[in-house]
Structure formats: C-alpha cells, structure tokens
C-alpha cells in the first residue's frame, strides 16, 4: 500500500518510501538530524541500542526495540518516539533533560512528512576527501564554447538566432518538428506578462498587430524591457530565491521595517540592468565595498548586504540562534548563487555532493565574522545595529536622525571550529576561512583583516566558477518557459536533474558571462552579453524557440513533458500576475512603486511567541510590494501558491483547490475590480458590442467570438431583467459587472499560451 502525506514544503504529497525532495532533505539534514544526534544517538545508535532500539537509520526506526515501531510514518499520535519525547510516556528521554518545544514540533513535524530520511540511514554519508568521480561531475567541469551549428533542415521562419540551432538539432534527433508560431495577440500577452507581469493594453496589441517590419517583435521586446515594471517583475523572481520577508521569522516575527529598502535595491538593479556579478558582490559585501567608494553608491550598496540581513531568526532571543541564522546566510547563499546545498554539510560531509563539513565551516567563518542587524525579539523588544546609510566619518558629525538599513556590517574577524553533529557547543578543530574545495579552495591571506565577505564575492564571481553563470542563466530560461534546462533551478548537484540541452545551457552561460566587445552594446547574435541580464532576455525571446504557439498537439503526443521544447507550455500566472492584472484590467492599478508599510510605531512593540506580530496592508500597489510576514503567510499568496519565505522558492508549484474558484466567485476584492472594469468599458461606448470587444481585449487581449457576443448580450439582458428589486439606473452597472467577473474568472485570462 503506498501512503500520501500531505507535504508542508510543496503541494505534492509525499510518498513514503520513495527518496525525499531536495527540500524534504535539507529540512532533515538542517533541522532533524541534528535533534536526533544530540539526543539520541549515544545510546540509540551504530555503538549501543538500549532497548534495543537503534535511531540512526529509517529502517531501525521503523523496525523499532522492545516496545515497537518508533514513529509511524505520517501518524504523530501513534509514533512512539513523539509521545516519549513529549513527555506523554512512562518512559522519560532524553536522560539529560527534555527537548524544546522548538524541537519537540521539529519532530512532530518529520514524521509527518512520513519520517523520510535522505539516503535510507546511517552509513550513506560521503567519507573522505574530493575525488576523480567528484571532480568530473558535469556541473563542475569548465563552461563548453559549444560552436553553433548551422540550421538544417528546419522551417524556413527558424534562423539568425543561435537558440534556434541548439532546440531544433535535438527535436531531429527524435524525428521531430518546432510548432508553428504564435498568433502576435497570444505572443504580446505572452511577452508582456513574461517582462513585466502585467497585461497588454489595446492600444500596445493594436501598435504591434499594424507593425508589419521585421523588427515588431524585438520592438515589443525593447519596449517592455525599458518599463520601470520590469524590475517589480524580475526583481520579484530574485526576491523569492532569497527568501525575503518583512519580519524576522523568530518566535514573535518581530517587523523589519527597513528591509523594504532590500526589495527596492533589488527592483532597481534590474530596471538599471546592473551587472549580475556586480549584483552578486554588492549583496555579499556591498559595506565593504562602499567604504572604497564612490560616495553617491555607498548608501545602496550597504543597503545591498539585506541579502544576508534578511536570514531568518530563530528563538526567542535571535542572538542566542545566532549559528541557525549563520545556516540560513549559508543555505541561500549556496542555492541561489551557485545551484548547491550547503547546508547539508553542516552535521557531516554532504551525502551526495563534493561538499565537506570543513568547507561548510569554512564559509561559516567568514558570517560569523560579519555583524547582523538585529531586528528585535520576544526578550529584547527593540531593533539594535542598524547600519547608517552614510560614512562614519559622516555619522559623526548631517545633526538630525540618519537613515539606517536592514543590512551586515564587519565584525571580528575569526576562523570557526566544527561544531560536532551541529552543535555549537560541542566543537572540533578550527577551520580556515576559505572557498569551496571543489571550486578552488582559495584560503583568506594571513594579512586580510575583514570578513572575507569581498573575497567570496569575488570567488562566486570569477570566470573560472562555472556555476554562477550557468545558475543565473538557468532562471531566466526557467521564468520564459516554466522550467529551467536544468529541471531542479536550486540544485545543480547529484540529486538534482540533469541539464536537457547541456550544450545550450554553456553556449548561454559563456555569452552571458563573456565581457561585451568594446565600444558595443552586444548583439543578439555574436559576442559576450557582460552579465546583463536584459540582453540574455533578448537573445531569448527573439529566437523561434520562445515565439512557437502551445496548441500543437502532435508535439504534445510527441513529448508530453516538453523536454525538447518543439512547442510553448502553456502555464499559469502566478500569485503576483494574476493580482496584479486584476487591478490593472479594472483600472484600480497605483503604478508608483512602494513605499513603507505601516507598522506601528517602535515604541508600542511587545509581540510575543503567543501574541506575534500579525497583520495584513491592503494596498492598491503591485504585489511585489504587498507587506511579506514570515511565519504566517499573506492569505492571497498562501491561496495562490506563493513563495515560501522561510526558504529560497526556486519555482512557485501551482496548485488547483475549490478555495481558489470560490474566490472569484465570492472575494470582495474580485468583485471590485469587476465592478472597476465594468465601469470603463461603460464610459467608453455606448454600443453592446463595442464595450465587449473592449473587455474581452482588455482581459483576454482579443476580441469576443461572434458566439461570446450572443451569449454575452444574451447574458446581460437575463441578469438586468432579474434584478427587479434594484434601481433601474443601476441594473446596467451591476450586469456588467457579474459580467466582466466571469472574464476575470476564465481560464483563459489566468493561464499565458
């Protein structure tokens, strides 16, 4: 019999027995293991069973000792190990004292998932240093300068763009063909959304289908990429990789007002187009390298290190979880920028990946040579180490209160020690602060006297690290067609899947990260991009590839997951889009960015672990811009599949519940913009079939079917003629609002082909 158990980090459910997902195990890894070794394994494991019983391993757990099973996969009340460590037995362990609630709900909440441990058990941890095996795994080895083959063959549409060349040598290879392009109405909503997440206007389809040059498209493409709503986009896809929030995440979720200077620093980089490894080394050491100057980028550049200021918190004091936060730093930094788990490592050598424990703390050593801002907490009511947004020299001397960021500054410099199992008071030899082995192991110079925050930057960033490009690349390839050619977008490592086009994925990173030939902008065809990201979106949707319609259903018969990528998949708008083009289509949009939530004044803070922090600003703003508590997730983006914020959400999986239909139907915020979108299509014109044209371009970015015209006229006068309790002036009005609520509602207006 195979048992479902719901699982709290996807909506998949996961399925006993079956190896766990990248992010069940690092919730192992990270959180559970390190409660099971301290407590546990002295007498429960490879050396000594009392009772019997043997803990280190998913096969002795369910075997169990003399008293049985010790969990029941799925089932918290039955799992023996829950009710001893709950204190709700005659047995009373651990023997030094009983765990925390923190740990006890650790638990509870491992088994269940169905108590999955990665790898089956005790013995499947890696030994030893970095191998040959390690040392050939392809993500690992130099970026390919793959030459690009000439198109043979193909459709005569598929040429110029070297994207094209890469797609359609696999598709014949299967005997396969690309799918014929989109319609422009379904290729301008498909790029408007893709660029800046909102819908087209009639005016910006009308422009595009009377352009008939050869450029219209790439001008589409130009346009959307010159919108100040671009960065609000794609400075929202990076927010959900770094797991930003607008609180802390400890036990009260204390509010961090300042970290929304953190969202708009990124917003802004992405309008700006700023170098991506630029933007990598501002976020890692941005104080660091504001002290070198210039003047005019010091304050963003400080502001830049909430990257790492925004780790989670943990306890009720923060400070005394300082090595969970420093996990957390670690955790984010390595799957965000280098597709890699490191916090695996931080108990033992990681069990499937060349990262040691050495290495782990390696890099731990250089955050906890840094200092956090702290944010406040249950103990201590009031944030602390602030970082002013001018020099020192300056501080000391502008009278009145000086602007402070959410962000890391220097502290003492210090190598870390192991810490046995993960476990800060049980510590082993030091480490020296230094890179991965695997990427170099390049060690801080005896003289340095900082962090080593600059240096790290500079090693994720250099042309030799081929991780970073083709990380990056893989999520702009991801959030054009769904899924990255790389499947697992936060896991490049053994357990993550495999690049689809392993050639395209090189030929991508080494334009992307080639520096851009003098005295030239880049083209899309030839020569390095200098890590722009706004040229990489170019090459891409301009090539053939990108502008194919979805609705070809030999290609689906053909290659049902669209592996191969012979047509578009149609996918639907996330959280963020959907709100987002809500608004706009009902003419409620405030299109000026962001500004700060209104958190109750400093003074009045007291939240507490039984009374935290909890509250919802409604805004009219983009979602990007929507206040984002940590523990207790915004309802609309928990209905809608939003990112996780406690940890980086390389891709938001959507999911399809009644809740969701019942929204439309009944929320008041649907009914307002319904009843906003009715409006202006009444003010427009007078004549039926005018106003629906008008609606359905507005939602759908094409006009009513002669069809949709009968039923929708048809439609209106059955609503306006039941409604014989309401004015008569207001019948009007209120049909073509429930009117215009059904387009809002249609599949066709939250899915992009």
Known sequence: MTLLIVNPFSSAPVVVGQEPSAEVARFFENE??????????????????????????????????????????????????????????????????????????????????????????????????????????????????????????????????????????????KGLSPSAPADRRTLIRRATFDLIGLPPTPEEINAFLADNSPEAFSKVVD????????????????????????????????????????????????????????????????????????????????????????????GFDPQNYHHLTIQDTIDTLGQATLGLTLGCARCHDHKYDPVSREDYYALYGIFASTRYAFPGSEEKKRPADLVPLVPAKEAKETKGPIAVAYAVVEGKQQNARVQIRGEPRELGPEVPRRFLEILGGDVLPKTETGSGRRQLGEWITRPSNPLTPRVMVNRIWQHHFGVGLVATENDFGARGKRPTHPELLDYLAVRFSSPRPKGEKGSEVNGGLGWSVKAMHRLIMLSQTYQQGSGDAKASAADPENHLLGRFTRRRLDAEAI?????????????????????????KWGFTQHDPFNAIYDTPKRSVYLMTPRLK?????????????????????????????????????????????????????????????????????????????????????????????????????????????????????????
């Not at 890696?126 to 970026?143: C, E």
């Not at 003010?683 to 009968?710: S, V």
Request: charge should be positive; proline fraction near 8%.
């Open 32 to 173: 559970v293991r390190p409660v099971l070794a301290k407590a546990c394994f002295k007498c429960h494991g490879s050396r000594k069973q009392k009772s019997s019983l043997r803990l280190d391993g998913r096969a002795w757990l369910l075997q169990g000792g003399e008293r049985g099973p010790a969990v029941v996969p799925g089932d918290v009340a039955k799992s023996l190990l829950i009710a001893v460590v709950n204190g709700k037995s005659e047995i009373k362990m651990p023997p030094q004292g009983k765990l925390t609630p923190e740990q006890i709900a650790t638990l509870k909440k491992w088994v269940a998932l169905g108590a999955p441990w990665p790898g089956g058990g005790a013995g499947a941890v890696r030994a030893g240093g970095l191998t040959a095996k390690d040392r050939q795994f392809w993500a690992f080895q130099p970026l390919a300068r793959s030459a690009v083959s000439a198109l043979r063959g193909g459709p005569k549409t598929w040429f110029g763009n070297p994207v094209d060349a890469f797609i359609l040598q696999k598709l014949q290879a």
């Open 223 to 314: 346009r959307l990429l010159a919108s100040p709503h671009y960065g609000e986009r794609w400075g929202r896809h990076w927010l959900d990789v770094v797991r930003y929030a607008d609180t802390a995440g400890e036990t009260a979720d204390y509010p961090v007002p300042q970290a929304r200077l953190y969202r708009d620093y990124v917003i802004d980089s992405f309008n700006k187009d700023k170098p991506y490894d630029e933007f990598l080394r501002e976020q890692i050491a941005g104080d660091v390298l504001a002290a070198a100057g210039p003047r005019e980028k010091y304050a963003s550049r400080v502001i830049a290190t909430g990257f790492l200021a925004i780790s989670r918190r943990f």
């Open 579 to 603: 709100r987002d083009a809500m608004l706009s289509v009902g003419g409620n949009l405030d299109r000026t960015p962001g500004g700060p939530h209104p958190f109750p004044p400093v003074e």
């Open 633 to 753: 997730r915004h309802p609309y983006l928990a209905l809608f599949d939003g990112p996780d914020s406690n940890a980086s959400t390389p891709r938001r999986l959507p999911t399809t519940v009644p809740t969701q239909a019942l929204f439309f139907m009944n929320d008041p915020f649907v009914h307002a913009q319904a009843a906003g979108l009715a409006k202006r299509v009444l003010a427009a014109a007078n004549d039926a079939e005018k106003r629906l044209t008008l609606a359905f371009t507005l939602t759908l970015a094409r006009p009513p079917t002669p069809e949709e015209t009968r039923e929708s006229v048809a439609f209106l006068d059955r609503y306006q003629n039941a409604l014989t309790s309401v004015p008569r002036a207001e019948r009007e009005s209120r049909a073509w609002a429930a009117l215009t609520r059904t387009l809002l509602g249609r599949n066709e207006f939250l899915f992009v082909d």
